[in-house]
């Protein structure tokens, strides 16, 4: 049987991981920010400030390799202007509930794959200066995942008492 722990990284393969996602994910957010900025400004508003924890973090990652002396990503810069519109989709905003309810359901599962993502990426950590590093981002990954989830749940609460209301 294959553990986890047979799949230890070099550091720096670590830390191009954890750039990569988080640029993903700063990218994601920034969109999503766009997408409910017309329907939802408060959605807009959360969508946009994860997506400053996703730069924070990115930027702590330079630093530990900074101080490592390992060379991640030079061009971080560019990863974070990585285009975030969805090409399949007919609308670029939220027109409509059903539409916020799709995203929001997408937001969530992205953020528990991202959760898993960088639990998987510390359990496999052999490189004790990324230690702390990676456990602060599982913490932060699984808040924000328990987030959306509130925010998914209390969104769809609030239009069904709107709908009766009218």
Same mark, same amino acid.
Not at 8 to 29: M, S, T, V
């Given at each position: 049987?294959?553990?986890?722990?047979?799949?230890?990284?070099?550091?720096?393969?670590?830390?191009?991981?954890?750039?990569?996602?988080?640029?993903?994910?700063?990218?994601?957010?920034?969109?999503?920010?766009?997408?409910?900025?017309?329907?939802?400004?408060?959605?807009?508003?959360?969508?946009?400030?994860?997506?400053?924890?996703?730069?924070?973090?990115?930027?702590?990652?330079?630093?530990?390799?900074?101080?490592?002396?390992?060379?991640?990503?030079?061009?971080?810069?560019?990863?974070?202007? %990585? !285009?975030?519109?969805n090409k399949?989709?007919?609308? +670029?905003?939220?027109?409509?509930?059903?539409?916020? #309810?799709? &995203?929001?359901?997408?937001?969530e599962e992205?953020?528990e794959a991202?959760?898993?993502?960088?639990?998987?990426?510390?359990?496999?950590?052999? %490189? !004790?200066?990324?230690?702390?590093?990676?456990?602060? +981002?599982?913490?932060?990954?699984?808040?924000?995942? #328990?987030? &959306?989830?509130?925010?998914?749940?209390?969104?769809?609460?609030?239009?069904?008492?709107?709908?009766?209301?009218?």
């Open positions: 049987m294959v553990t986890s722990k047979e799949y230890n990284f070099l550091p720096q393969e670590q830390l191009n991981l954890a750039c990569l996602q988080e640029a993903k994910e700063l990218n994601r957010y920034r969109g999503l920010s766009l997408s409910f900025l017309p329907f939802d400004s408060s959605i807009s508003r959360l969508m946009n400030a994860i997506g400053m924890e996703c730069d924070h973090r990115l930027h702590s990652l330079q630093a530990v390799a900074s101080q490592m002396r390992l060379d991640v990503f030079a061009n971080v810069s560019q990863l974070k202007e %990585t !285009p975030f519109f399949n989709s007919q609308h +670029f905003f939220v027109v409509d509930e059903n539409m916020g #309810r799709q &995203l929001l359901v997408n937001a992205a953020a991202t959760y898993i993502f960088f639990s998987w990426l510390l359990e496999t950590n052999a %490189t !004790p200066e990324l230690h702390q590093l990676l456990t602060t +981002f599982v913490t932060q990954k699984n808040s924000e995942y #328990r987030v &959306l989830q509130e925010c998914r749940e209390q969104w769809k609460v609030g239009f069904s008492e709107l709908s009766f209301a009218s």
